[in-house]
T-cell receptor, first 115, second 112 residues
Framework: SAVISQKPSRDICQRGTSLTIQCQVD?????MFWYRQQPGQSLTLIAT?????????ESGFVIDKFPISRPNLTFSTLTVSNMSPEDSSIYLC????????????FGPGTRLTVL | SQQGEEDPQALSIQEGENATMNCSYK?????LQWYRQNSGRGLVHLIL?????REKHSGRLRVTLDTSKKSSSLLITASRAADTASYFC????????????FGAGTILRVKS
């Protein structure tokens, strides 16, 4: 399975600021995804990070709020912009690809608290 | 609405007992996956079961799939304190663009 790292692992931020989360994979993968997990909730897909083109956002998520970069097949970033306390969540990246392409593997997550 | 729903929401058992968690979904699926999450960390992939499979095993884990009832169950046998975690099912369905849609999860607590 792919080994995925995320930075930072956690952060506490002030309202109105932005935070960029990095996701690094140890092998080239076709599909990368970003999820949000609000406190006590399940995971919700934010967007699919496409290499070489704009990310594909799910309903309720917009590029201005969650800009995503995918410069190559092993790296992606998610920025949470103009944060408010409602953005306090765990943000997780996942990848699909490799021998068992149906399986998604998840990074350790970034725990964000917005004050 | 959410594709997968799980029950129970929370389950508390003694070490050594079996734990069963159920997942129901609404549309035809390509596959269903079970994940474990320890204490708000990343998700660990447990098992993937395809729509043409009825049962899969992995160590102490047994997953069944009943496509006629649109339901799946995860059985953990001989539970250990280290099994304490949240367990999520996630479905991959053409209707949802082959993206994973997660259930609400079951919080399992194994008491030693």
């Amino acid at each position: 399975s792919a080994v995925i790292s995320q930075k930072p692992s956690r952060d506490i931020c002030q309202r109105g600021t932005s935070l960029t989360i990095q996701c690094q994979v140890d092998s080239q993968v076709t599909m990368m995804f970003w999820y949000r997990q609000q406190p006590g909730q399940s995971l919700t897909l934010i967007a699919t990070a496409n290499q070489g083109s704009e990310a594909t956002y799910e309903s309720g998520f917009v590029i201005d709020k969650f800009p995503i970069s995918r410069p190559n097949l092993t790296f992606s970033t998610l920025t949470v912009s103009n944060m408010s306390p409602e953005d306090s969540s765990i943000y997780l990246c996942s990848v699909e690809g490799g021998p068992r392409t149906d399986t998604q593997y998840f990074g350790p997550g970034t725990r964000l608290t917005v004050l | 609405s959410q594709q997968g729903e799980e029950d129970p929401q929370a389950l508390s058992i003694q070490e050594g007992e079996n734990a069963t968690m159920n997942c129901s979904y609404k549309t035809s699926i390509n596959n269903l996956q079970w994940y474990r999450q320890n204490s708000g960390r990343g998700l660990v992939h447990l098992i993937l079961i395809r729509s043409n499979e009825r049962e899969k095993h992995s160590g102490r884990l047994r997953v069944t799939l009943d496509t006629s009832k649109k339901s799946s169950s995860l059985l953990i046998t001989a539970s250990r304190a280290a099994d304490t975690a949240s367990y999520f099912c996630a479905t991959d369905a053409m209707e949802y663009g082959n993206k994973l849609v997660f259930g609400a999860g079951t919080i399992l607590r194994v008491k030693s």
